[in-house]
């Protein structure tokens, strides 16, 4: 391992703010987590995977730890399912790929989601009607106190929307080294019904679609109306689609009527962040050198040179008006730094 001093940490996330990290390293091994972890030399450690789902406002006064762990393996395989075990340091889109490559069903609709494996489960994320608890079936861990490796099962990750027990009383206890998915090798279920999927594959004239041409549509959509951080400096989906109670929507409608819903329980409604983001009026709006994406409200962009803080105060601005207008709070759903 070669420890680095004072590196920017700008190639390292998708929003491309600049800030400095104290120390540096790339651990490309387990053996490398627990040599840095069982060393009393940098007492503040920092964990850094694929960058995609964070805000850096300042400085990082700690080693910063990449993940870089790397590797697939097909762990079973029957004549219907396989299930294969990804490093946390793929990159999460060509592991996608790769899955479609070789015909394995479950990932399409979560294709050109930035970030790495290891953090999909922390986010427990999701598009297009898919999650990845769906597919998921577990993932290794490294106990950070006794550094010792333990496995989480589906259950034991308490996936929630966006949540996952990562993100609430074992935040900060654990580096998921590596997960494991359980996907289908044929008859595949395929989820085309969210969003405009149906609609791409029928202007791609497509009518017995497979999964890599689900996947194909999901590439096109996105690519349409989410920018390229190696383009414009983003992070993906910046807030979370509210719930809210099915009373709180029907006094929603009766000031907004068409305003867009998908029923997520009995008494529960989920209401699109980018539609009360557009309405609240911050659809293309640009302040300076960062601002609103003019084809997608959910994503904040920096247009090159943007503070973390800028940022992250129009978050604040923007989450203050949607409470104003709509009586509604939205939430972050990237980590801010």
Aim: with cysteine.
């Amino acid at each position: 391992m070669h420890i680095q001093d004072n590196i920017s940490l700008k190639p390292f996330n998708t929003f491309g703010i600049d800030v400095k990290a104290k120390q540096f390293v790339s651990a490309q091994s387990v053996d490398d987590l627990k040599s840095i972890f069982s060393s009393e030399e940098f007492p503040q450690k920092f964990i850094l995977g694929g960058g995609s789902n964070m805000l850096l406002t300042k400085d990082i006064n700690a080693l910063v730890i990449h993940l870089n762990l790397k590797g697939k393996t097909i762990i079973s395989k029957t004549e219907t399912k396989v299930i294969i075990e990804s490093q946390a340091g793929e990159n999460w889109h060509r592991f996608v790929l790769w899955t479609l490559d070789n015909n394995f069903g479950g990932l399409e609709n979560l294709s050109l989601i930035p970030g790495n494996v290891g953090t999909s489960p922390i986010q427990n994320i999701g598009a297009y009607g898919v999650e990845l608890k769906d597919t998921f079936h577990s993932c290794k861990a490294l106990n950070l106190d006794t550094l010792e490796i333990e496995t989480f099962n589906t259950t034991e990750c308490q996936f929630d929307y966006r949540n996952s027990i990562f993100k609430q009383h074992a935040k900060g206890k654990y580096i998921i080294i590596s997960v494991q998915f359980k996907l289908s090798t044929k008859n595949h279920n395929l989820h085309t019904n969210y969003g405009a999927i149906t609609s791409e594959l029928e202007e791609m004239g497509i009518v017995k679609p497979t999964i890599q041409d689900v996947s194909k549509a999901v590439i096109s959509i996105r690519n349409r109306k989410l920018p390229n951080p190696k383009q414009i400096g983003n992070s993906g989906s910046f807030f979370k689609n509210p719930v809210i109670s099915r009373e709180a929507f029907s006094k929603l409608q009766q000031q907004f009527p068409n305003a867009p819903s998908y029923i997520v329980s009995e008494t529960e409604i989920k209401v699109p962040a980018g539609w009360l983001i557009e309405h609240a009026g911050f659809k293309g709006k640009t302040f300076g050198n960062y601002g609103v994406h003019k084809n997608q409200a959910l994503v904040l962009v920096n247009y090159g040179g943007a503070k973390g803080n800028d940022i992250l105060e129009l978050s604040r601005l923007i989450q203050q008006t949607v409470a104003r207008i709509f009586n509604i709070q939205i939430e972050t759903e990237v980590n801010i730094v």
